[in-house]
């Protein structure tokens, strides 16, 4: 299986590798207009860089087929920004089809060429990715759909930005061993601090929302991802 190199590469090049200014730049993309295709270019080469860095066995094999991928997720990109910049809807809508769209194609990757993965990556190496992707999930995957969601909420994420990396690295991990029955109390130390500076979580707008969700999303992540024995 090689769908967890994928999806870590995914994350690598749309949430760490990707800055502000680069998406900021991506959204300037105009299709007439070849100057303005920078961005989205240099995103494109970041997904196909990233997903031959993960596979680097597979090379050999599979750097036509991960060409092609990398050029379906620029298309994607691109259609996202066209599309976005025509209808009045809420921006999550595409940025959600966009996601969507980009782990369905990385599916019909797998089965295309499945026959063509030699060597086949093991279990423990399959569990590095699907844990490298997991962490990238809970951290920023998660902060920036909030932001794609609720821009008024980019403020409170940033202010607690690393209370809540620690809190969800540690639920996930708690999870992962069978303790998920203690990982919500990992945001114990949060709600303490927020009491303390005079702001509760639960007095913030969707304050609540966000804790119980990242509670959800760390545990259920930590639950699938049992270390292979």
């Not at 959600?96 to 093991?122: C, E, K, M, S, W």
């Not at 399959?126 to 951290?139: C, F, P, Q, R």
Request: proline share 6%.
């Amino acid at each position: 299986m090689i769908i967890p190199h994928l999806i870590f590469s995914h994350l690598l090049a749309d949430y760490i590798l990707q800055t502000n200014w680069l998406a900021a730049r991506k959204g300037q993309f105009i299709a007439r207009e070849i100057h303005s295709w920078d961005g989205l270019a240099l995103h494109g080469l970041m997904v196909w860089l990233m997903s031959l860095a993960v596979l680097p066995r597979q090379i050999a094999a599979l750097w036509p087929y991960i060409t092609i991928l990398a050029l379906i997720h620029t298309f994607q990109d691109g259609l996202k920004v066209w599309i976005s910049s025509r209808l009045h809807i809420h921006p999550f809508i595409p940025y959600l089809v966009d996601q969507l769209l980009h782990l369905i194609t990385i599916l019909i990757f797998q089965a295309a060429v499945v026959n063509y993965i030699i060597p086949r990556p093991g279990p423990d190496e399959s569990w590095v990715m699907a844990l490298g992707a997991s962490l990238i999930a809970i951290t920023r995957f998660y902060e920036v759909s909030w932001w794609a969601n609720w821009p008024d909420m980019i403020s409170y994420m940033n202010h607690w930005r690393w209370w809540g990396y620690t809190e969800r690295i540690t639920m996930l991990l708690l999870s992962m061993f069978n303790l998920w029955i203690l990982a919500p109390l990992a945001v114990v130390p949060r709600l303490y601090a927020a009491w303390r500076e005079g702001h509760a979580v639960w007095e913030q707008k969707r304050g609540a929302t966000e804790l119980l969700l990242g509670i959800a999303f760390s545990v259920i992540l930590g639950l699938a991802l049992k270390p292979p024995r």
